[in-house]
């Protein structure tokens, strides 16, 4: 499979902003999608993931409340819909995907499919 992200881009606090990865050359159907953030000068952090098949879903802390995560399976495509956005969500974001077991679903090196990043830039 491989992974595109879209939907970044400039937003003043408070604003939302949805992202997109779109599955090609396959589906995400015996995956695990996650999103994942980098800052610079900071590690790559996960921000929220989905089980495919089943619909479950998986936050950071930081992000419960303000960020939902979906699929749409026509599509092939999840999606991240950012709302309520913080200078602190600065950060240029992954989409990946990988079989991963649930104990892991929170480490990066567990996907091994990784999409370009997408630059999200929130002002205060």
């Known amino acids: 499979v491989q992974l595109q992200a879209s939907g970044g881009g400039l937003v003043q606090a408070g604003d939302s902003l949805r992202l997109s990865c779109a599955a090609s050359r396959s589906t995400f159907s015996s995956y695990t999608v996650g999103w994942f953030r980098q800052a610079p000068g900071k590690e790559r952090e996960f921000v929220a993931a989905v089980r495919w098949s089943a619909g479950n879903t998986y936050y950071a802390d930081s992000v419960k409340g303000r960020f939902t995560i979906s699929r749409d399976s026509a599509k092939n495509t999840i999606y991240l819909q950012m709302n309520s956005l913080k200078p602190e969500d600065t950060a240029v974001y992954y989409c990946?995907?990988?079989?991963?077991?649930?104990?892991?679903?929170?480490?990066?090196?567990?996907?091994?499919?990784w999409g370009r990043g997408t630059l999200v830039t929130v002002s205060s």
């Open positions: 990946a995907a990988g079989q991963v077991i649930v104990t892991t679903i929170r480490w990066p090196s567990a996907y091994h499919k």
